[in-house]
């Protein structure tokens, strides 16, 4: 297996392997924000959030995210709303990543025990108050596996986004396999060690952050 | 869904409830309404972007890349099924020497995107184009490796007494995984295959960047001679979204005629799996 291309190219592969993080981070930040006023929107109390919610969901997890990038990059400059086209596609992901977000975290919300909601109500705290201060740091604490799961997933996604042209890693892999026809399995599997960096990262993070938080049972 | 997150709602608690209720309605409202003012004012309801969808040749069109694209789904879903069977179950052999390379295999198809997987394996086939080869096979490779740990964690959901009774009635291994684990697996997994099903469905919307034939070669075909993208990718996500939520239906049904009987009860850990993320 022929690795010299990554004398000329190296530069190239950081410079997407960075594009590929800003992307990951810009959506995910959207989509655990998004996601997580989703899921306090399904369960509410107030009938119409819940039905909101729950179109949203089956709306986002149901399209394939190529064609919602296609949606915000073609679509949004055309009605007249441009954030630019990093922000454009990283919209699009979170968006779709918020959907998956939002069911992950509701496993979690149903899976506090009762009994902490049953004291909150108890104490006279109303629905808000209960979430924010109650039941939503349990859940975080316990839906740290299926976000892991999540994040990953969004991270692999963010490879989408080459086919709209921005320049990150799997770009990057499509300019190689035709400047280098003699190194292709090398230059992809040297794409593909640097996307299993990023998830062996996340993989490590969600390991930490589940033996930081881990719920004591008793 | 866990009702003590507020109690039975009070006279004062109702009105505000439906206060919210109604202004959700008319947020939402608004702000499709907006949506819809930005589409008209930009000219994005001119019949001359929509034409395409109603003229019979170009229905011909969309309707033969679905056909592409459902065939494409279900070499993959079928191929997956395989390869997540053989794999599942290697990863759980009692040779090392079949475990590690089964787990090698498994991790690292999980762990890279589709999308540089089939870029890769259409340069493979010389980036030919008009080819459902490199997307198949893209799809048989990753959707495989999960459904290979999720036939795992469905053979391993069996409840344990069930296999020392298959065991203690002298059966050997081979013989266990055939007649006991894999049939009551299979039942305890089907909504996270039904799950993945509907990820290899979308997931074929990646044959638009190996010029595969299909849904989204279609849609490009057609909004290359009608500048409509907006339109037609959102004609072709309401085509999705109709065809997962039909495959849904479909999932359910086949569960409630599979898991008919209610004596095969998996553990705790099986509900993971049917979190699967796409």
Same mark, same amino acid.
């Given at each position: 297996m022929d690795f010299s291309f990554?004398? &000329?190219?190296?530069?190239?592969?950081?410079?997407?392997?960075?594009?590929?993080?800003?992307?990951?981070?810009?959506?995910?930040?959207?989509?655990?924000?998004?996601?997580?006023?989703?899921?306090?929107?399904?369960?509410?109390?107030? @009938?119409?959030?819940?039905?909101?919610?729950?179109? $949203?969901?089956? /709306?986002?997890?149901?399209?394939?995210?190529?064609?919602?990038?296609?949606?915000? $990059? $073609?679509?949004? @400059?055309?009605?007249?709303? &441009?954030?630019?086209?990093?922000?454009?596609?990283?919209?699009?992901?979170?968006? $779709?990543?918020?959907?998956?977000?939002?069911?992950? /975290?509701?496993?979690?919300?149903?899976?506090? @025990?009762?009994?902490?909601?049953?004291?909150?109500?108890?104490?006279?705290?109303?629905?808000?108050?209960?979430?924010?201060?109650?039941?939503?740091?349990?859940?975080?604490?316990?839906?740290?596996? @299926?976000?892991?799961?999540?994040?990953?997933?969004?991270?692999?996604?963010?490879?989408?986004?080459?086919?709209?042209?921005?320049? &990150?890693?799997?770009?990057?892999?499509?300019?190689?396999?035709? &400047?280098?026809?003699?190194?292709?399995? #090398?230059?992809?599997?040297?794409?593909?060690?640097?996307?299993?960096?990023?998830?062996?990262?996340?993989?490590?993070?969600?390991?930490? #952050?589940?033996?930081?938080?881990?719920?004591?049972?008793? | 869904m866990s009702t003590l997150l507020f109690d039975v709602p009070g006279p004062k608690a109702r009105r505000r409830h439906k206060i919210l209720s109604v202004v959700t309605v008319v947020g939402v409202a608004a702000f499709l309404g907006l949506v819809v003012w930005r589409f008209a004012s930009t000219g994005q309801f001119d019949y001359e972007l929509w034409e395409v969808f109603v003229t019979p040749a170009y229905i011909e069109f969309i309707l033969e890349g679905l056909y592409y694209t459902l065939l494409a789904a279900v070499m993959a879903i079928a191929g997956a099924l395989v390869f997540g069977l053989l794999f599942g179950i290697g990863k759980l052999s009692d040779h090392a020497w079949v475990r590690w390379p089964c787990w090698v295999v498994v991790e690292f198809f999980r762990a890279v995107p589709l999308y540089i997987l089939i870029t890769y394996l259409w340069a493979l086939y010389r980036f030919q184009i008009e080819l459902l080869a490199p997307l198949v096979i893209g799809l048989i490779l990753y959707n495989g490796s999960v459904l290979a740990e999720t036939f795992r964690a469905g053979i391993n959901a069996v409840p344990k007494g069930q296999v020392e009774a298959a065991y203690a009635l002298g059966m050997r291994k081979s013989a266990v995984m055939r007649i006991v684990q894999l049939p009551q697996a299979i039942k305890i997994m089907t909504p996270a295959i039904i799950s993945q099903c509907i990820v290899a469905l979308k997931d074929t919307s990646l044959g638009y960047i190996i010029v595969a034939p299909g849904l989204t070669y279609a849609g490009?075909?057609?909004?290359?001679?009608?500048?409509?993208?907006?339109?037609?990718?959102?004609?072709l996500g309401a085509i999705y979204i109709i065809l997962n939520l039909c495959l849904e239906q479909l999932g359910r049904f086949a569960q409630r005629r599979l898991t008919e009987s209610r004596t095969v009860q998996g553990d705790a850990g099986a509900d993971d799996a049917a979190l699967a993320v796409r």
């Open positions: 990554l004398q &000329d190219s190296w530069e190239l592969l950081l410079k997407g392997f960075w594009v590929t993080l800003r992307v990951f981070f810009a959506s995910g930040l959207i989509a655990l924000v998004l996601g997580t006023f989703v899921a306090v929107a399904r369960v509410s109390p107030v @009938p119409a959030m819940r039905v909101v919610g729950t179109a $949203y969901v089956t /709306l986002f997890r149901n399209t394939p995210l190529l064609l919602l990038l296609f949606i915000t $990059y $073609y679509g949004l @400059p055309a009605m007249g709303i &441009d954030f630019g086209f990093f922000w454009n596609v990283s919209l699009a992901a979170g968006l $779709y990543t918020a959907a998956f977000v939002c069911e992950a /975290l509701r496993s979690g919300i149903n899976g506090v @025990p009762l009994g902490q909601a049953e004291a909150a109500r108890a104490v006279g705290m109303p629905f808000t108050m209960t979430m924010t201060q109650v039941i939503l740091p349990q859940a975080f604490r316990l839906v740290v596996p @299926p976000m892991a799961s999540v994040f990953i997933a969004l991270a692999k996604n963010t490879s989408l986004v080459a086919a709209l042209g921005l320049a &990150d890693l799997a770009f990057r892999l499509q300019g190689l396999l035709r &400047d280098y026809p003699s190194s292709r399995t #090398a230059a992809f599997l040297t794409i593909a060690a640097m996307y299993i960096i990023i998830v062996a990262a996340i993989s490590l993070v969600a390991s930490w #952050a589940e033996r930081r938080w881990k719920v004591e049972s008793r | 490009r075909q057609i909004w290359r001679e009608f500048d409509n993208h907006l339109q037609v990718a959102l004609v």
